[in-house]
């Protein structure tokens, strides 16, 4: 047990970068599990956090945890200390990164159906998922030309960075990659491919997807531990093989290759990324719309943005955070 503890917090030093660097930690964690009581471990993980005035949010449900927090660097050691003298979590997928203002204005652990949604019940990765790989394996296999790479993403998240080669599904939200999938599988043997190779943001929806392709009869199928997030963190920009920035899940929108805060903004509309020079498209209204969705806003909806809009900037005025601010929206 102490040398799980020690190991994370060692993680957490690496992550870190500089000596003695202020602000705070962020950690996307997740773990499948078997957690029939998860109903019952959610008001146990809420005052965890809050003791350690963290913010973000915690998915719980059967098939395990998933969450992206952020916190103090004694705050997030506490966490991890707990998680550690839990059987069932001791060795999470962890990745670090920092900023200098917290990513979050609450927090929340919220119990769900499933930790991501897919939406194939019968897929259980916490007892059958596909081949783990470390980010030099990895690029083994994107060299490699008898390996589909796949990138298990939202095309929201595909358009401002991808792996050289990987192929893009296309889909908006993880419920459309099974349909996609079986499309795959369904192809004669002469053009389906015999190996895969799948990655996402923190390796929790390409590890269930790896769970999916394998139900789908696909034998050798392989998936990046930890994610790009954990690629970028272990990987040399010399050596790296990823091209663009990484889509994340909280405030910060997007981070770059030496996981700082990266270049690009948000519609809180559509929630498209967009670069600086999206921000000067006529389309652009802070808050309101961008180029991606202007045309098939209806009336209501903008309406209702602008109304938004103002009560996030009467609030700044006041000194305030508003809670429509927040961009979370968990992978």
């Not at 059967?62 to 660097?73: D, L, M, R, S, V």
């Not at 059987?87 to 930790?115: D, H, Y």
């Not at 030309?145 to 960075?161: H, L, Q, S």
């Not at 948000?266 to 006529?282: G, V």
Request: aromatic letters at 8%.
């Amino acid at each position: 047990m102490t040398d799980h503890i020690a190991k994370m917090k060692q993680m957490l030093v690496k992550a870190r970068r500089a000596p003695n660097e202020d602000g705070f930690v962020v950690a996307a964690l997740y773990k499948f599990a078997d957690l029939p009581d998860y109903k019952e471990l959610q008001p146990v993980i809420q005052q965890l956090c809050d003791d350690a005035e963290a913010l973000g949010t915690i998915l719980l449900a059967k098939e395990g945890i998933n969450g992206t927090i952020c916190a103090p660097e004694r705050g997030m050691s506490s966490i991890l200390e707990w998680l550690a003298h839990e059987p069932r979590f001791e060795t999470p997928s962890l990745k670090f990164s920092f900023t200098t203002e917290p990513a979050f204005l609450r927090m929340k652990v919220r119990l769900k159906s499933e930790i991501v949604t897919m939406g194939v019940p019968q897929i259980n990765p916490a007892q059958q998922t596909g081949t783990y790989v470390d980010a030099d394996e990895w690029n083994k296999l994107l060299a490699d030309p008898d390996v589909m790479v796949v990138d298990t993403r939202n095309t929201y998240e595909t358009a401002i960075g991808m792996f050289e080669g990987a192929v893009d599904p296309k889909t908006t939200n993880f419920r459309d990659f099974p349909s996609w999938a079986q499309a795959l599988a369904d192809q004669d043997d002469k053009t389906k491919p015999k190996k895969l190779a799948m990655y996402c943001t923190g390796g929790i929806r390409c590890e269930k997807a790896s769970a999916l392709m394998q139900d789908l009869g696909f034998e050798e199928v392989y998936h990046l531990k930890g994610g790009i997030l954990k690629y970028l963190e272990d990987m040399p920009d010399d050596a790296s093989k990823w091209t663009g920035e990484c889509f994340v899940f909280d405030g910060r929108v997007a981070v770059d290759h030496d996981l700082k805060p990266g270049s690009y903004g948000m519609c809180h509309a559509c929630r498209m990324p967009l670069s600086q020079s999206d921000m000067t498209h006529p389309d652009y209204e802070d808050g309101i719309s961008c180029h991606h969705c202007k045309s098939a806003q209806d009336p209501a909806r903008t309406k209702r943005f602008a109304e938004r809009q103002k009560q996030i900037k009467l609030a700044r005025e006041r000194g305030e955070e508003h809670l429509g601010v927040s961009y979370y929206k968990h992978e």
